[in-house]
Nanobody
Framework: QLQLVESGGGLVQIGGSLTLSCVAS????????IGWFRQAPGKEREGVAC????????YYDDSVKARFTISEDKAKRTVYLQMNNLKPEDTGVYYC????????????????????????WGKGTVVTVSS
């Protein structure tokens, strides 16, 4: 089993920045896709940023392009989401997730868009953007 634990959420002002972390423990697949998803109050969970190590491709939802960056520190088994210029609509619970498979770009995008679900999920960390 693969366990994922997110941290780094909090209250931030409009225009501010936060960096979320997701630490993996247990089984770690050689080939995988990783992603950050969020769920705003009263809305469905949506993907914001995903990365696949099958072809080193990355995908961002249009709402976060040029503001969010997904990165990975393999030695620390940690995935990050750097979030800049935060807006009130970025408020929500942020989850990291992993799909343990060879995931080419086209499939990664479908996973990020939740056409299919990732295999493993963390319990989330709350981000609140307020004036």
């Amino acid at each position: 089993q693969l366990q994922l634990v997110e941290s780094g959420g909090g209250l931030v002002q409009i225009g501010g920045s936060l960096t979320l972390s997701c630490v993996a423990s247990g089984f770690t697949p050689d080939r995988y896709a990783i992603g950050w998803f969020r769920q705003a109050p009263g809305k469905e969970r949506e993907g914001v940023a995903c990365h696949s190590n099958a072809d080193d491709s990355t995908y961002y939802d249009d709402s976060v392009k040029a503001r969010f960056t997904i990165s990975e520190d393999k030695a620390k088994r940690t995935v990050y989401l750097q979030m800049n210029n935060l807006k009130p609509e970025d408020t929500g619970v942020y989850y990291c997730a992993v799909d343990a498979a060879v995931v080419p770009r086209a499939l990664m995008i479908r996973l990020c868009n939740r056409d299919y679900d990732m295999d493993y999920w963390g319990k989330g960390t709350v981000v609140t953007v307020s004036s």
